[in-house]
């Protein structure tokens, strides 16, 4: 699975028990006991998730998030705490962004592991729709660049083929005369209004002036 997780609390107990808990689903999990050790172990390598209390002593759980979301702002996280409110709940999953809010303790693992569950499944849906979002943006530089350059070639052609002392014309698959070089146009004796108004190119073969 390789999903690394990161478990901030404390109660050196409630650590234990979820790094238990997380690492039987096979989640790699470290642990830390406070917000600046989250944070230095945080700057040293990645983390898809963090779980972490909401009242700790010194950083509380919503400036380590603020703060984990400052080095990955992809990171998904998960407030627990024994002091629920509205208010608490409100300021978690909106102001900082967390993904879920539990509250302690945990009567039921299963819900945990169900919100961690969704929480990965988000970041793997927002990186992935990032990842696809970058390669529409770089096909349609490329597009654009392409009929830039397109736009260019007809342009020289265009300006070769205007200056040419030679008969030359363009037809569409219908046999609509769609252009004829201005020498073509002198020597076949036509306009460019008869152009506008239509040749067909039978109009100017069977003239054997080529």
Known sequence: MNKKILVIDDEPDIL???EMALSQEAYHVATATGGEAALELFRRQQFHLVITDMRMP????????????????????IVLTGYATLENAIVALRSVGAFDYL????????????????ALEKRRLTLENRALLHNLKEKEAE???QNQTLRESEKKYRELAESLPVN???MDATGTVTFLNPF???SLQYTREDLARGLHVK????????
Request: net charge negative; hydrophobic share 45%; glycine share 4%.
């Open 16 to 18: 234990k028990t979820l």
């Open 58 to 77: 010194g950083m509380d759980g919503m400036e380590v998030i603020r703060r984990l979301k400052e080095l990955d702002p992809d990171v998904e996280a």
């Open 103 to 118: 509250t302690k303790p945990l009567e039921n693992i299963d819900e945990l592991f169900i919100a961690v569950e969704k």
């Open 143 to 145: 597009l654009i660049l």
């Open 168 to 170: 030359l014309f363009e």
């Open 184 to 186: 073509a146009l002198e």
């Open 203 to 210: 109009d100017i073969v069977d003239t054997k002036q080529w």
